[in-house]
């Protein structure tokens, strides 16, 4: 059976599993300068089994960024706090995990995930939540045709601390 969700270009998305918390915790390990202050991944093997029991696959579904060639994971990307009734909406979480971050992958897995929210998942909006100064991470969404929405003071605890945070998002105009 495939476990692939959706396949792009050079990239694919499948669930995060079980079996992946050796290199993903390794890729997280090696990442920490490039996510630091901007996302909190898990860091050991107690924190990946409590952020793998998060993905439920009704509130929230956590998936990573493979390459299609050599299958290495080249990012994730979650689908959070899925809410349905009036709003059919989803919260992204993304990070790239070096080496291979800047060569174009993260914006292809996002693209595909974003996909996925819209077509397989049926949600309407789907919204990032992005610190200022997070360059990176605004050029992302702004390329999926993102608007920032808002902004929110002390919105989300990051690292300990209460991080203010732009809100962005795409709704499903189809
Ligand atoms: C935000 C983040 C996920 C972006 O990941 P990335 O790997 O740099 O993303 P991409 O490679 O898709 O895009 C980066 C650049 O590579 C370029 N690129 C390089 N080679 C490319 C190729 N072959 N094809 C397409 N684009 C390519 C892109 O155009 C893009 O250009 P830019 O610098 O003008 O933005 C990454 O910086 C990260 O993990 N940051 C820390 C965690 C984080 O902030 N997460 C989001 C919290 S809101």
Redesign the pocket.
């Known amino acids: 059976m495939s476990v692939e969700l959706t396949v792009g270009t050079r990239v694919l998305l499948r669930r995060v599993r079980a079996e992946d918390e050796g290199r993903f915790l390794e890729l997280v390990e090696a990442?920490s300068e490039?996510?630091r202050p901007?996302?909190a991944l898990p860091r050991s093997a107690a924190e990946f089994a409590a952020y793998l029991a998060r993905f439920d696959q009704v509130g929230a579904v956590g998936m990573v960024v493979c390459l299609r060639e050599g299958g290495d994971m080249a990012?994730m990307v979650n689908i959070n706090e899925i809410v349905r009734g009036s709003y059919q909406r989803g919260v992204l979480?993304?990070?790239?995990f070096l080496p291979?971050?800047?060569?174009?992958?993260?914006?292809?897995g996002v693209a595909l995930a974003v996909r996925y929210a819209f077509d397989r998942l049926g949600l309407h909006r789907v919204e990032?939540?992005?610190?200022p100064g997070?360059a990176?991470?605004v050029?992302?969404v702004e390329?999926l045709g993102f608007r920032r929405e808002g902004f929110s003071p002390a919105y989300i605890k990051i690292d300990g601390m209460w991080r203010d945070h732009e809100r962005w998002a795409l709704t499903n105009e189809v």
């Open positions: 990442s490039l996510h901007w996302v990012g979480g993304y990070a790239a291979h971050a800047g060569r174009g992958y993260m914006s292809e990032a939540d992005i610190q997070n990176a991470s050029r992302l390329r």
